[in-house]
C-alpha cells in the first residue's frame, strides 16, 4: 500500500473511532481509506465543509472519548492550524497528518514540498511545543501513526504526522502486526466533587474527564485555572503556558527518535527528514565510493528538535549538510543547535520534485572545501 | 494627578442558607456572571436551565458548546460538560462530539456573529445533514463583546462602531436561512417571552435533528445605546408592541426591520432522519446489526 493508506491502516490499528476531514490533495488517498475502513470497525468518518470544522470536529470528538484524527495539506492545513491551538491549550489528544505538497499559497498540488516544517512548530498563535514526527516510508509512516496516537494519549496534546507527497504516494510493502496495543486515556482517579479537571499529575499531564462521564467540567481556550475556570491574571497565563510546554520539554527523550547510517567515523554529517532522507542517503553512498567519510543523521521525531542529538553528533565531524525540500527551514534548526561551530552547507529545492543523490554528493563536497 | 482607582466589584450577597434554585445545573461558583445589566443573556440561560429542569434531564447526559463573544460565555455558566471553543467553531466541535458520544444531549449556545458571520458555513452543513443537535443563537445585532461592531444581523441603517454612518448591508433572516438549509425545528422568540422560550427549548430537546432557536435579545450596552432604544426594558416594550407571534408562518416573511412588525413563533417542526441514524442504517445495510 502506499503512504497515506498506511497511516490510515495505523490509525485503524491505533484505535481510531473518529476521522473528520476536508478533501484535498496529495492526502486524497488517506481520506478514502479511512471512508471505507471506518464504518467496518464501528467508527465515523466525516467529510467536513472544510478544515476549520474537520479539526474543531476531531477537538470535539476526543472529548467525546474517542481517539480522533485529520489529515490534509498545506492549504487545509493553514486554516487547522487555529484548532490545534485550541487542542493544545485543552490538552485534547488527537493526531493530524500533513502530507505536504509544493508551497507556499495553492502552490504544486500534486508535487512534492516539505515547507510547512516551521508552520509545524509555530503555525497556530502563541508559545507553545508539539510533537511532530516524520516518516521516510509507508511502513514507517503506518508505525508512527500508531506511535503519534499513543503520543497524544501520554501527553494530552495534538500530535502531527509530517509526510509528504512522495512518501503519500509511494507504494511499499507494509507489514501490520497481528496486535498493537492501543493507548489508554489518562482517567480521573476520584468522584467528580474532588476532581480538578485540569490540575496536573507529578507528570504534569492532568486526567481527562470527557462528556457524559459525570464530572461536568468545563473546557475552555481561554487562560483558565486547575476547576478548567477563565482567570484574566497574567501570573495564570504564565503558569499555565510554562507547564504545557514543559509538559512534552522535559519528557521528551521518551519520543525523540532518529537514525544514524555509517555515523561512526563520518567527517561529514548529512542531516535530513522524511522522503529526503531517503535521497540524502543516497548522496551518503556515493561520498563513501569516493572514499569521504559522510554518515546520514535521519531525524524521525522533528518537534521537539533534537538539539542534544544535533549537539553530540556535530561535535565529531568536519561539517554538516541538510537536505531538505524548502529553503532552510530545519538547517536554521540545526545551526542553532550546533552552535555554528562546524561548517554547513544546505541542499536546498523549494519544492516540487526529490533530490538526486548527486546533489548530496555535491554539498558533501562542497563542505568539506570550508575551513573549519 | 490623584491617582484614580478602579472601582471595586460589588461583592454578591451572599445569604447564608439559601441556595440557588437552579443549582444542579448551574456553577453557582462562577456567579456574577460577566453580561451587562439588562442583557437579555441571562433570561436565555434561566429558560435553557428551566427546560432542563422540568423535562428532569439528567445533568450528565446534556452537553453544551460554545463559541466565542457575549453568549459564548454561556458555557462558563453551566454545571455540565461544557466546552468554549474558537470563534465560530462551536458547531462542527459539537458534531464531532455527538458523532463520538450519540448518547448525549449535544446543545450549542453561541451568538449571531459567532453563529453567521465566522461560523455560517459550518451551520449550513450541520443543517444540511441533519446533526441532531439543538442550537440556540441570541441575536442582539451586534458583536458585543468586542465593543459594537456591525454583524451579519444588524438591521439596514442600524449604528454600530464600525458603521458609524448606519448600516447599509442586507442582513440575514436567520429563520428564513435556518429552514433554507435544512433544519427540522426552527422557532424564533424574544427575552421578553421567557416563558414561550422555555417551551420552545424543551421542544426542540426533545425533537430529534437540527433544532434552531433564535433568541431575539436586547444590547442596551452596545446596540441599543447606539440606536438610542432607550434602556433594556424600552427595548422589551418594542418587543411587546412589534412582536407578533405566529406559528407556522413563512420564515421568508420573518424579516427583522426596525421599525415594523417582526414574526415570532415556530416555523418549522419535522422530522427527518438525523445524520447519525442514516450512517447506522448504511453500516447496518452493509454489515448487519
Known sequence: MNGDEAIAEGAIAAGCTFFAAYPITPQSELAERMARRLPQVGGVFIQMEDELGAMAAVVGAAWGGAKAMTATSGPGFSLMVENIGLAVMTETPCVVANVQRGAPSTGLPTLVGQGDMMQARWGSHGHYEIIALSPWSPQEAFDLTVKAFALSERFRTPVLLMTDEVVGHMYERVEIPEEVPVAPRKKPKVAPEEFLPFEPDEDLVPPMACAGEGYRIHVTGLTHDEHGYPVMDAEAHDRLVRRLCEKILRFRDEFTWWEEVMTEDAEVLVISYGISARVALGGVELARKKGIKAGLLRLITIWPFPDEVLRKLSEQVRGTVVVEINLGQIYREVERATGGRVPMRGVFHAGGRIHTPEEVLAGIEEVLKCRS | ?289
Open chain 2, 1 to 289: 494627578m490623584p491617582v484614580v482607582k478602579a472601582k471595586p466589584k460589588p461583592k454578591p450577597e451572599v445569604v447564608p442558607g439559601v441556595r440557588h434554585p437552579s443549582e444542579k445545573y448551574l456553577r453557582t461558583d462562577r456567579l456574577p456572571h460577566i453580561w451587562c445589566s439588562g442583557c437579555g443573556l441571562g433570561i436565555a440561560l434561566s429558560s435553557f436551565l428551566y427546560a432542563l429542569e422540568e423535562l428532569e434531564i439528567d445533568p450528565d447526559s446534556v452537553a453544551v458548546v460554545s463559541g466565542i463573544g457575549c453568549a459564548g460565555r454561556f458555557a462558563g455558566y453551566v454545571r455540565l460538560d461544557s466546552y468554549h471553543t474558537t470563534h465560530g467553531r462551536a458547531i462542527p466541535f459539537a458534531t464531532g462530539l455527538k458523532l463520538a458520544k450519540p448518547d448525549l444531549k449535544v446543545v450549542v449556545f453561541s451568538g449571531d456573529g459567532d453563529l453567521f458571520a465566522i461560523g455560517g458555513n459550518h451551520f449550513i452543513h450541520a443543517a444540511r445533514r441533519n446533526i441532531d443537535i439543538t442550537v440556540l443563537c441570541v441575536n442582539n445585532f451586534n458583536y458585543g463583546m468586542t465593543g459594537g461592531q456591525v454583524g451579519p444581523t444588524t438591521p439596514v441603517g442600524g449604528r454600530t462602531t464600525t458603521t458609524p454612518y448606519g448600516n447599509f448591508e442586507h442582513p440575514f433572516n436567520l429563520v428564513y436561512l435556518a429552514a433554507s438549509a435544512g433544519a427540522t425545528y426552527v422557532a424564533r422568540w424574544t427575552t421578553l417571552h421567557a416563558r414561550r422560550l422555555k417551551e420552545s427549548i424543551k421542544e426542540a430537546l426533545q425533537h430529534p435533528g437540527f433544532n434552531f432557536i433564535e433568541i431575539i435579545s436586547p444590547c442596551p450596552t452596545n446596540f441599543g445605546r447606539r440606536n438610542r432604544l432607550g434602556d433594556a426594558l424600552d427595548e422589551m416594550r418594542y418587543y411587546a408592541e412589534k412582536a407578533v407571534i405566529r406559528h407556522g408562518a413563512d420564515p421568508a416573511e420573518a424579516e427583522v426591520i426596525v421599525g415594523k412588525e417582526f414574526i415570532v413563533g415556530k416555523f418549522v417542526d419535522i422530522r427527518k432522519p438525523t445524520y447519525l441514524e442514516l450512517y447506522h442504517k448504511k453500516v447496518e445495510e452493509l454489515f448487519g446489526p
